[in-house]
Every structure is written in C-alpha cells, then in structure tokens.
C-alpha cells in the first residue's frame, strides 16, 4: 500500500510540475506576443494620420511589411500553444492591429474616417487581455476576495 501511495504522489507531482513547465512556456509565448503587438501599436500610432504614405514610401512600407510578419509569427505560436478561445482572440486582434496599415483592401473591418486608434483596437485587445488572463489562470486568483 505504501508504494502504491509513494509511486501516485510521485506520479502526480510530476503532472503537477509538467502542467506548470506547460503554463510558464505559454505565458512566454504571450509575453512575447504582447511585446510585438506593442510595437506595432507604437509604429501605427506614428503614421496613423499619414498610413496612405505607405503606399508611396517604400522605407517605410518595408519596416510596416517586417513589423507585420514579426507579429504575424508571434501570433502563430500563440496558436501552437493556446487553448481555441485564445487562437480567436489572438487572431482577431492580429488582424485588427494588421488592418491599421492599409495594405490590402481585403483585410479587416474598414476605419471609419477620424477613428481614434485606441478606439478602433480596444475590443478587440479587451477581448485578447481578458481571454489570456483567463487561460493562464490569473482571473480565478484575481476573484478570489
């Protein structure tokens, strides 16, 4: 009896440290998505009332096109490791931080003219922020009174 209870403690303190090894790898993997969005929301917010330039100013059009693809492969890990909840939020707030720059006429919702960028982006990184929150535990511990 005793090695039976040894060997199940054993056994559920390694699925206990495997889950918490699986949960600090996604956090990591959030975290470095959070940093590219956050760039990109800086660079947006810097050509927001000039993004038609990009379509003349190929510098400029280039560092937008690696900003895009750096928080395009951010998003794809997030993907690899997140629950189908936070895929869609993360998808979401990709497309809309991606729809800011204008490159295609095809992609995201159309900014209405004099949109703020705060504005235009807020419901969707509500829904990310809270939809990670939730996926790496911390809105339960943030409940508790």
């Known amino acids: 009896m005793g090695v039976y209870l040894t060997t199940r403690t054993t056994k559920e303190q390694a699925e206990a440290q495997q889950a918490a090894a699986l ?4 956090k990591e993997i959030i ?6 969005t956050q ?7 810097s050509i927001w009332y000039r993004r038609e330039s990009l379509a003349e100013d190929k510098e400029l059009s280039r560092e937008a096109s690696i900003r895009s693809h750096q928080m395009w492969f951010c998003q794809r890990k997030v993907h690899v490791v997140a629950s189908k909840p936070l895929r869609e939020a993360c998808l979401a707030f990709t497309e809309k931080l991606d729809s800011c720059l204008g490159f295609s006429d095809d992609l995201g919702e159309k900014m209405p003219e004099g949109t703020n960028f705060w504005l235009f982006i807020d419901a969707e990184q509500d829904r990310f ?7 790496l535990g911390f809105s339960k511990i943030l409940r508790k009174p």
């Open 39 to 45: 760039d990109m929301q800086a660079f947006i917010r």
């Open 129 to 135: 922020l809270d939809t990670a929150r939730d996926e």
């Open 23 to 26: 949960r600090l790898e996604r």
């Open 31 to 36: 975290l470095d998505y959070l940093k590219e």
